[in-house]
């Protein structure tokens, strides 16, 4: 006698959220039918045809158990994440940041998926919400107008949007090496992992003009232009004063000019976009300018005065749901049982969050179509942490990066010294998680040996979505 077949899955988008969420189902004999609009289509910032394609940068952040966003990704390493296993084989250096090839890391998640038995790839336009159910929405920031306006429907309520912009990227032998310098901040990843391009306070002053005074595109009549405080175009900080970029992504500290010894008066910073490097991202310059004007004042830095671009900056919209009013427990909408979320439409903002919510919504779906109990995953946890914002409501619902302040506090008495405060709820959220792991039947890794806390916050390195 045949078993039954399994109810099959609608998964669409096939960007970080989609192929992990397709993943983890298929892994667990669900069939998944993943609905993607390449190679038919492309949004406006993508280059690439092939799936969970990178569009603003190639840095997943930080890779420290320090940082939230690093425990983040050791979480989904033990857990058998997809992303986190075709990362760590495609990583390039990048200091205290996790970055990848982009073009490589593209094509291993494509031939990973295309390769599952159990995954099904259609290439077509998706423009309504599909009758199909179960039905995972996992189109990301670059919802369609069609499919965004149809679940603004369903929702009951306008859907929320911000603009979200992209750094260019520039290829490496266009960069004057005899001006930029190879180098880490405070030495944290080796000399290859960054490039470095100084700045005197009057060539610092003369950016910051040609930059304020560039012609920016500008928003339709009808749209109210709003940003996502972690990735602001680079002329709208500048706006807030004149030294708000040298305190921000161009903050010299921790880097030293071999030409002259000591620390610029401001530097811009590029990452590596492979390796070995034949392109930089510049680290931080969102941009929404003109291309003519792009071109004309990024060469005014120091390093990039012949400096050839791969591609220039963008700017495009964000879509995302207000979610504690919206989705329930299971990320599925309040309006259409049977119709989930993931990634970053859901509320969410990062590369790697993104993956951690199809990755959750995947593992907790796959259970509820065999009829297993949910097993919450615990809120000590960097997963159960990011799926509790999504849970919290407040006056003007924003999407988030992971962020300590999401965790609970830790048992007894208060912790003063913040390093070990961070180290106790990493163990605590590593613990946790194996608990999860065994309740939910997946195999975990042992501990590994745990990344060194950072001695100095350095945001800027390695920022990105």
Same mark, same amino acid.
């Given at each position: ?6 109810? @099959?899955?609608?998964?669409? #988008?096939?960007? =970080? *959220? ?5 993943f983890q189902?298929?892994e667990r004999?669900?069939?998944?039918r &993943?609905?993607?609009?390449?190679p038919?289509k492309?949004? @406006? $910032? ?10 603003c ?6 890779n ?5 966003? #690093?425990?983040?990704k050791?979480e989904?390493?033990?857990a ?6 075709? #990362?760590?084989?495609t990583?390039?250096? /990048?200091g205290?940041?996790?970055? +990848?090839?982009?073009e490589?890391?593209?094509?291993e998640?494509?031939?990973?998926i295309?390769?599952h ?11 309504t919400?599909?009758?199909a159910? !179960?039905v995972v ?10 499919l965004?306006?149809d ?8 859907h929320?949007?911000? %603009?979200?912009a992209i ?12 001006i930029?310098f190879r ?5 944290k ?5 960054y ?18 005074a $560039?012609?920016?595109?500008e928003?339709?009549t009808?749209?109210?232009i709003?940003?996502?405080?972690g990735?602001?175009p680079?002329e709208?900080?500048?706006?807030r004063?004149?030294?708000? =970029?040298?305190?921000?992504c ?10 002259t010894?000591?620390r610029?008066h401001?530097?811009v910073q590029?990452?590596?976009e492979?390796?070995p490097?034949?392109? %930089?991202n510049?680290v931080?310059?969102q ?11 990024f060469?005014?830095i120091p390093?990039?005065?012949n400096?050839?671009?791969?591609r220039l ?8 749901v ?6 329930d427990?299971?990320l599925? &909408?309040? *309006?259409?049982?049977g119709?989930?979320l993931?990634?970053q ?5 990062g590369?790697?969050e ?6 959750? &919504?995947?593992?907790? =779906?796959?259970?509820q179509?065999e ?5 919450? +995953?615990?809120?000590?946890?960097? &997963? ?5 914002h999504?849970?919290?409501e407040?006056p003007?619902?924003q999407p988030s990066?992971?962020?300590w302040?999401?965790? !609970? ?6 912790l003063r010294d913040?390093?070990l405060k961070?180290?106790r709820? #990493?163990?605590?959220a ?15 890794t042992? !501990?590994?040996e !745990?990344?060194?806390? @950072?001695?100095? /916050? ?8």
């Amino acid at each position: 006698m045949t078993a039954p077949a399994r109810t @099959p899955v609608t998964v669409v #988008g096939a960007g =970080l *959220a989609g192929t992990e969420c397709a993943f983890q189902l298929a892994e667990r004999g669900v069939p998944v039918r &993943l609905l993607e609009q390449k190679p038919l289509k492309r949004t @406006p $910032a993508q280059h690439m045809d092939s799936l969970a394609e990178l569009v603003c940068s190639n840095s997943f952040r930080g890779n420290d158990l320090g940082n939230a966003v #690093g425990l983040l990704k050791e979480e989904l390493r033990r857990a058998g994440s997809l992303v986190m296993r075709v #990362g760590t084989e495609t990583q390039v250096p /990048a200091g205290g940041a996790f970055a +990848v090839d982009r073009e490589l890391f593209s094509a291993e998640m494509t031939r990973r998926i295309d390769a599952h038995p159990m995954i099904e790839r259609v290439a077509t336009e998706v423009e309504t919400i599909p009758e199909a159910r !179960p039905v995972v929405l996992a189109t990301g920031p670059l919802t369609g107008d069609a499919l965004a306006a149809d679940l603004a429907g369903a929702i009951g309520e306008a859907h929320l949007a911000y %603009y979200d912009a992209i750094a260019p990227v520039v290829t490496a032998d266009s960069v004057n090496w005899d001006i930029a310098f190879r180098q880490s901040r405070y030495d944290k990843g080796g000399d290859d992992a960054y490039g470095n391009c100084p700045f005197t306070a009057e060539e610092y002053e003369a950016f910051v003009a040609a930059l304020l005074a $560039a012609e920016k595109v500008e928003p339709k009549t009808f749209e109210k232009i709003r940003y996502f405080e972690g990735c602001l175009p680079i002329e709208v900080m500048a706006e807030r004063g004149y030294r708000t =970029l040298s305190f921000g992504c161009m903050k010299p500290v921790g880097l030293t000019d071999p030409r002259t010894g000591k620390r610029p008066h401001a530097v811009v910073q590029l990452r590596a976009e492979n390796d070995p490097p034949t392109a %930089y991202n510049l680290v931080g310059f969102q941009t929404r300018m003109k291309w003519p004007d792009q071109k004309r004042v990024f060469r005014m830095i120091p390093g990039l005065e012949n400096a050839e671009f791969e591609r220039l900056g963008s700017v495009h919209r964000n879509t995302f749901v207000n979610a504690p009013k919206v989705l329930d427990d299971s990320l599925a &909408l309040l *309006a259409r049982p049977g119709v989930y979320l993931a990634g970053q439409v859901s509320g969410v903002e990062g590369y790697i969050e993104s993956a951690a919510l199809g990755f959750l &919504l995947g593992v907790q =779906l796959a259970r509820q179509l065999e009829g297993l109990p949910e097993v919450p +995953v615990p809120p000590t946890t960097a &997963l159960g942490a990011l799926r509790g914002h999504l849970r919290r409501e407040s006056p003007n619902f924003q999407p988030s990066n992971v962020v300590w302040s999401m965790f !609970p506090e830790l048992e007894g008495k208060p912790l003063r010294d913040k390093k070990l405060k961070k180290e106790r709820m #990493g163990q605590r959220a590593l613990a946790d998680l194996g608990t999860w792991l065994g309740a939910v039947g997946i195999a975990w890794t042992p !501990p590994q040996e !745990p990344a060194a806390a @950072p001695t100095d /916050a350095t945001p800027d390195e390695g920022a990105g979505t």
